[in-house]
């Protein structure tokens, strides 16, 4: 039985039909300008949208029959898996460019620029799997094929698989459809997926960082959508905002990557995409007017990645547009993006090398951050019209073809507002497993003291501890106030060092320090011993290896 068989017969699946019935929706006004591009892909499957007039999107087993039909019409289409959801669904990965087969390990060793695009994080956003899986059957169909030369490209379309399932006409409300509902933003349970990069708690993160650590891509496209301030703006996105990823990722994606890609998609189609953001009254925000971007902690997919060395972009498309727009938008600018990335594909590889080997230890890392305040910039605002979804009578918002120039500060960056100079190596002491399993999961690089003895270290003196009484994402929001110390502390034979100096040495730190934003002290993962003492030290000293 072939490989992809065996994934179906697992999942007692039947492949739909290649193409849509003859009565089939056809496409409406919004995709017009992209159907006569898509002659090649004529006699194709088409997706469950396309096939019901954009009304519906797909479920779990429309995304794995329309992936093993593609891959049994192109066998360089290599399908997947890449973990199992919270429920045992297998999430499924499209590898494009390598030898089917091939380990990990030899897509590591390829010398081109690996590529992932990352979909349905959140479930209810579903225009993101939709673009995925029709950038999916381009490839299968040969369009992209002069990207082969220099990259490899992985399609992860169904990331949050189990919300997917959960189908509901009151989900993600106001949104411009699809009308006949959409899955819900959380996995199974309860999780939100797009904050739980640093803790890991959920199966499919896991999954995610074991993709990442595995197939280590250069890049990655995380695609959602977004409901939030009434803009112009068919697609918003945001390179990583972590204020310690390393500048040369960020200022080639703000300088030079991102306008790129928006000059391109409006020159071919006249839509304006824009960095991320929202202005005060959306969601309770209040303070100064201005175009205000969103968190820059690790938890969300794109920091991470950027912590990383890697590439993060973010791609939002607006709720308010239509369903078949916001799936172009999501195309239009996935392939912007990766069209730019294979012509500079040498250049941007040597860039996250050279992340990679620059140094951590005896560095400022920032533990916390705050936003800046930029130049005054001038942002696109758009207005809606109010109607009712026909299935559920549920009040819906639709975009109107309106743009409307409003000058305000520009808030789409963020500075260390609180640093520490980080060590040559943390030490956790045997007791910690749980700890020592997220580093693990995470891919960091470790070793272990064969023997014990007296070590001159930092230890944490700690002054108070605040723990939240609302629990979040299924955990309480711990504080830690106190400062590192000099002692000589004997440590027992087990101790775990973790060295600063790795590539993923800024991720180490973060979730390490004790008062960090976003780490394990911040999750209540790593707590106070018995003693009530903090059970990592820092090293100014790394000790010596195996």
């Known amino acids: ?44 499957p088409r997706t469950r949208p396309e096939r019901t007039g954009f009304e519906e999107t797909s479920r779990y087993a429309d995304v794995i029959a329309f992936l093993d039909s593609l ?28 030898d089917s087969g091939a380990t990990p390990d030899a897509i590591r060793d390829d010398e081109r620029i690996r590529i992932l695009v990352l979909a349905n994080i959140h ?24 990207w082969l030369t220099d990259a490899i490209v992985m399609i992860a379309p169904i990331y949050n698989a189990d919300g997917n399932e959960r189908i509901g006409l009151r989900n993600r409300r106001g949104q411009f459809g699809p009308l006949a509902g ?41 695609l959602h959508t977004t409901n939030g301030t009434v803009h112009a703006y068919h697609l918003t996105y945001a390179p990583p905002l972590h204020p310690d990823t390393d500048p040369a990722i960020v200022s080639e994606l ?16 006249g839509w304006e995409f824009f960095h991320y953001g929202n202005i005060p009254g959306t969601w309770g925000m209040t303070g100064e007017q201005g175009w205000y971007t969103f968190d820059h902690r690790p938890r969300f997919t794109t920091n991470y990645v950027g912590l990383r060395n890697r590439f993060g972009i973010l791609s939002e498309a607006y709720s308010y547009a239509s369903f078949e727009e916001r799936i172009l938008a999501h195309r239009r600018f996935v392939e912007a993006v990766i069209d730019y990335a294979v012509n500079g594909a040498q250049r941007l590889r040597t860039i996250v090398q050279e992340a990679d080997r620059a140094p951590v230890a005896g560095r400022e890392v920032a533990l916390s951050a705050s936003r800046v305040r930029g130049d005054t910039i001038e942002i696109l605002l758009g207005e809606v019209r109010n109607s009712r979804n026909p299935y559920s009578g549920e009040p819906m918002r639709e975009r109107l073809d309106v743009r409307r120039l409003e000058r305000m500060p520009d808030y789409t960056s963020f500075e260390a507002s609180v640093t520490t100079i980080a060590p040559a190596a943390y030490l ?97 993962v790593l707590e106070l011993d018995e003693g009530k003492r903090f059970p990592v030290l820092r090293s100014e000293k790394l000790p010596e290896g195996p």
Do not use: C
Request: net charge negative.
């Open 123 to 146: 479930a209810g956003e579903v225009a993101g799997k939709e673009a995925a899986l029709v950038l999916a059957r381009d490839l299968a169909a040969g369009r992209h094929d002069d």
């Open 71 to 98: 891959a049994l019409r192109r066998p360089g289409l290599d399908l997947r898996t890449f973990g199992v959801s919270e429920e045992g669904r297998r999430l499924p990965l499209v590898v494009f460019g390598a």
């Open 182 to 222: 959409m899955g819900q933003r959380a996995n199974a349970r309860g999780l939100d997926l797009n904050r739980d990069n640093t803790k890991l708690d959920a199966a499919e993160a896991r999954a995610l960082a074991g993709l990442l650590n595995d197939f280590d891509p250069h890049v990655l496209l995380d």
């Open 254 to 269: 703000r300088e030079r990557w991102l306008p790129a890609v928006t000059d391109r998609v409006r020159s071919e189609s």
């Open 428 to 524: 956790v002491l045997p007791s910690e497993t749980e700890t020592m399993d997220r580093l693990a999961a995470h891919g960091i690089g470790t070793w272990v003291l064969d023997r014990g003895g007296p070590f001159d270290v930092q230890r944490f003196t700690v002054d108070s501890v605040s723990v939240s009484e609302l629990e979040y994402q299924r955990r309480r929001q711990t504080t830690l106030f106190g400062s590192w110390t000099d002692a000589t502390v004997e440590l027992p034979a087990g101790t775990v060092v973790v060295p600063v100096d790795q590539p993923l040495g800024r991720i180490a730190a973060l979730l390490l320090e004790p008062t960090s934003d976003d780490g394990l002290v911040a999750w209540s």
């Open 1 to 44: 039985m072939s490989v992809r068989a065996a994934f179906l017969a697992a999942l007692g699946l039947l492949p739909l039909p290649l193409v849509g019935s003859p009565g089939s929706a056809p496409l409406t006004d919004a995709a017009r300008w992209e159907a006569a591009a898509d002659t090649s892909t004529s006699d194709w």
